[in-house]
């Protein structure tokens, strides 16, 4: 009896089916037919998840009538809200009226600060990083004061990037700055960072390139352009070009490869930002400034403040990361447009608490490494192990750094 109560659902279904399919079997462009038509259907129906249902926010970034626009689905934007809120910033607490360097021991970077808010700015930075282990994430549970946890090393390089960029980079994060929790988002590693790429091998080992084509990967938006941008231009001062101004052979030395890590490195920037081609440029005329948006100059000032970042506070913590937290060919973490943004035109779109943390906006000294200004000085390529020379330094068309020379930057 309970088997037949069972089994009863099971065999309704097949009374339905058969009653559908009946007598299609005997005929055999009958049969073709309706297989075709399921899987069509159901290919139909896969394409159009991928589309954006009104309403549709359309915002003019540029000339009218040149279709300049930027699209926002507001159900995504909904659905990303959450990952976007800022954590709220403690209460104001009293002075104490010595500084942290005097009321406690091995104080190296945030000295002159007043002995209580630092103590608010390390619980602040607990609920930023890893709320759930707190002090214990950087600091021995049997005397603070050490430096035996690896992660106190990188915590004091990471708040003086933080006070280097509030003070020198404010062409790009503006006066809003920015604070710890802008790229780890309460986790102790930020979503957002990258490695260089290991040699061709593995699967793709038929058809990938050495410089990462043809192996699709999700920061060339699943295409087979290279996979690996970050190294020749947000490590490297690779120059960007990919338009020539004369045409072939005669003075035009753009290669078709070096577009393509272009392109790979321009779909990163949309999907950083959640954003569009035309959020900068003028897509009819890609190379001419005068006809693309303010954006494209704080794009311009973002690649330079980026490379700037990895060259001078990322990649000398090397030896301090432990080998576990290094990439597949030993280099450490090291930040995109995407390790800030996380799929915002602006982190926390425009929201900051950098006012409540000012000790955040103070200058270190300058970093002891030779930093590209937002002029475009020229930079020596970076002294990292090597792969392999594409992913090493830049695409085939920039200077070359085995030589000895250096690349300039010119990201326009």
């Known amino acids: 009896m309970i088997g037949d109560i069972l ?5 309704l279904v097949g009374l339905l089916l058969s009653g559908v399919f009946k007598g299609i079997y005997g005929h055999p462009w009958r049969t073709a037919f309706s297989i075709g038509g399921c899987v069509g259907g159901v290919l139909l129906v896969l394409l159009a998840m991928t589309f954006n249902f009104f309403p549709v926010v359309s915002i003019q970034r540029g000339f009218r009538g040149v279709g300049m626009l930027v699209q926002y689905n507001p159900r995504s934007v909904a659905r990303e809200a959450g990952y976007q809120q800022i954590i709220a910033a403690y209460p104001p607490v009293q002075p104490a009226g010595v500084p942290a360097e005097i009321a ?3 104080i190296q970077v945030l000295k002159g600060v007043d002995a209580n808010e630092f103590l608010r700015l390390m619980a602040t930075m607990a609920n930023w990083l890893q709320p759930s282990v707190g002090c214990a994430f950087c600091h021995s549970a049997v005397n603070m004061a050490e430096d035996r ?3 106190k090393t990188v915590a004091r390089k990471m708040i003086e990037m933080t006070r280097y960029i509030n003070t020198n980079w404010r062409a790009h994060v503006g ?3 920015v604070v710890c929790n802008t790229c780890h988002r309460g986790a102790a590693v930020p979503g957002s960072i990258w490695f260089m790429t290991p040699p061709p091998g593995g699967r793709h080992n038929f058809a990938q390139t050495q410089s990462g084509e043809n192996s699709p990967s999700t920061v060339a938006g699943l295409t087979a352009l290279p996979n690996d941008p970050f190294t020749p231009f947000l490590l490297n001062a690779a120059p960007i070009r990919d338009q020539g101004t004369t045409a072939l052979p005669d003075g035009n030395r ?7 890590w272009t392109y790979s490195l321009m779909i990163h920037f949309a999907q950083s930002l959640g954003v569009s081609c035309n959020y900068c440029h003028n897509t009819r005329a890609f190379g001419e400034w005068d ?3 303010p954006k494209r100059l704080v794009a311009w000032t973002a690649i330079e403040m980026v490379r700037d970042i990895n060259r001078g506070y990322m990649v000398p913590l090397t030896d301090v990361f432990p080998v576990a937290s290094r990439g597949p060919i030993g280099d450490v973490p090291k930040i995109n447009c995407g390790t800030c943004h ?13 006012a409540a943390y000012p000790e955040l906006e103070g200058s270190p000294d300058t970093p002891a490494h030779e930093r590209v200004s937002v002029g475009g000085q020229r930079q020596a390529a970076i002294g990292q192990p090597s792969p392999h020379a594409a992913i090493d330094a830049t695409p085939a068309a920039a200077t070359s750094t085995a030589a000895g020379n250096t690349a300039v ?3 326009r």
């Open 342 to 354: 996380a799929g915002a035109y602006k982190p926390f779109y425009g929201a900051s608490t950098l």
């Open 149 to 151: 946890v690896y992660t």
């Open 291 to 293: 006809q693309s948006t």
């Open 104 to 106: 406690y021991k091995n």
């Open 254 to 260: 753009m290669s078709t490869e070096q577009t393509n």
């Open 175 to 177: 006066a809003g700055g």
């Open 409 to 411: 930057a010119d990201t």
């Open 7 to 11: 089994v009863a659902p099971f065999r």
